[in-house]
T-cell receptor, first 111, second 116 residues
C-alpha cells in the first residue's frame, strides 16, 4: 500500500526546458512534503519542501506546487540543466518522526 | 564537519553471516534512522531513534537490530544475512527540535550490501 506515489519512473527533458515531476499521496493528514535529489553512489540531499498551509514554494529554479484537494504535488525545474539529471524522491511527513518516500523519478536532462 | 558517515561503502556477505553497518553523525542531531533502497520500492524505513536509548521499528524491521547508546552513533545489525537483504542502506539524521517535518534529513553516502 504505497501512500506516496511517483507514477513516472523516468523523465527526459531537453536542456533549458521545464521539468515537471509529479507525486500523489493518499492520506489527507500529511502536513509536510519534501523533495530529495539523489545522484548515483551518493545519499539523497534535500531540495525543497512545502507545508500543507501553502500551495507553492519557490527556491531559485525549483518550485513545488501542492494541490491538497487532489492530493497531488509537483516539482518544477526551470530551466532544466544537465546537472539536474538525478533521481528525485518525493516524501511526506505524517507527523510521527517518519518520512514516507515515493519510489522516485529518474530525470535525464539532455544537452 | 563530516555530516553523516557510513561504513563500509560496499560489503558482500554469505547467507547466514552477521555484520554491523556503522553510522555516525557530528551534528548533534537527536533523530537518526536507517532506510533501505530497492529498485521500484523507493526508500523504506527500517528502524529509527529519537534520542540516545530510544529506538523504534519502521516499515521493514525484520532481520535487523539497532541500538542507540550515544547521540552520535546508530549502528544497524544484520543478525543472519539473507539474499532478500541485498540492498543499498542509507543512514539519516535530523534535528528533533521541530515538531513538524520542516527540518531536512541529512543522509550518508550509503552502504551497498550484497548477500550471496
Amino acid at each position: 500500500d504505497q501512500q506516496v506515489k511517483q507514477n513516472s519512473p523516468s523523465l527526459s527533458v531537453q536542456e533549458g526546458r521545464i521539468s515537471i515531476l509529479n507525486c500523489d499521496y493518499t492520506n489527507s493528514m500529511f502536513d509536510y512534503f519534501l523533495w530529495y535529489k539523489k545522484y548515483p553512489a551518493e545519499g539523497p540531499t534535500f531540495l525543497i519542501s512545502i507545508s500543507s498551509i501553502k500551495d507553492k514554494n519557490e527556491d531559485g529554479r525549483f518550485t513545488v506546487f501542492l494541490n491538497k484537494s487532489a492530493k497531488h504535488l509537483s516539482l518544477h525545474i526551470v530551466p532544466s540543466q544537465p546537472g539536474d539529471s538525478a533521481v528525485y524522491f518525493c516524501a511526506a511527513y505524517p507527523g510521527t518522526y517518519k518520512y514516507i518516500f515515493g519510489t522516485g523519478t529518474r530525470l535525464k536532462v539532455l544537452a | 564537519n563530516a555530516g553523516v558517515t557510513q561504513t563500509p561503502k560496499f560489503q558482500v556477505l554469505k547467507t547466514g553471516q552477521s555484520m554491523t553497518l556503522q553510522c555516525a553523525q557530528d551534528m548533534n542531531h537527536e533523530y537518526m534512522s536507517w532506510y533501505r533502497q530497492d529498485p521500484g520500492m523507493g526508500l523504506r524505513l527500517i528502524h529509527y531513534s529519537v534520542g540516545a536509548g530510544i529506538t523504534d521499528q519502521g516499515e521493514v524491521p525484520n532481520g535487523y537490530n539497532v541500538s542507540r547508546s550515544t547521540t552520535e552513533d546508530f549502528p544497524l545489525r544484520l543478525l543472519s544475512a539473507a539474499p532478500s537483504q541485498t540492498s543499498v542502506y542509507f543512514c539519516a539524521s535530523r534535528s528533533g527540535q521541530a515538531w513538524g517535518g520542516d527540518t531536512e534529513a541529512f543522509f550518508g553516502q550509503g552502504t551497498r550490501l550484497t548477500v550471496v
